[in-house]
Nanobody, 128 residues
Framework: QVQLVESGGGLVQAGDSLRLSCAAS????????MGWFRQAPGKEREFVAG????????????NYADSVKGRFTISRDNAKNTIYLDMNSLKPEDTAVYSC?????????????????WGQGTQVTVSS
């Protein structure tokens, strides 16, 4: 079992930055591909960013949704068993509940069905 707890959300203005954290317990997350997802009211959950497992030969490789590419950065600190999402140049359309999750694969797939452990989420609200 893996427990994931997100933090760092809040209310910000357009153009501001936030850093989200996802702290894991129960198992080391270095063996997992990890992802950040978001869900806005009335919309389906969508992939935001992913990072390859720390034990993979492709460790550190990342991928992003087109909507956040160049603005968001995902990273991991294996020593702290934590992943981060640095969000810059925030837009009102980034408003959503952001959740982190562990992938059943070492890669960071965009397929939500391939993630098995999820955090409870943290709210990010961007005002115009």
């Amino acid at each position: 079992q893996v427990q994931l707890v997100e933090s760092g959300g809040g209310l910000v203005q357009a153009g501001d930055s936030l850093r989200l954290s996802c702290a894991a317990s129960g198992r080391t997350i270095s063996t997992y591909g990890m992802g950040w997802f978001r869900q806005a009211p009335g919309k389906e959950r969508e992939f935001v960013a992913g990072i390859v497992a720390g034990i993979s030969s492709r460790s550190g490789m990342t991928n992003y949704a087109d909507s956040v590419k160049g603005r968001f950065t995902i990273s991991r600190d294996n020593a702290k068993n934590t992943i981060y999402l640095d969000m810059n140049s925030l837009k009102p359309e980034d408003t959503a509940v952001y959740s982190c999750a562990t992938s059943v694969l070492a890669i960071a797939t965009m397929n939500t069905n391939l993630y098995n452990y999820w955090g409870q989420g943290t709210q990010v609200t961007v005002s115009s």
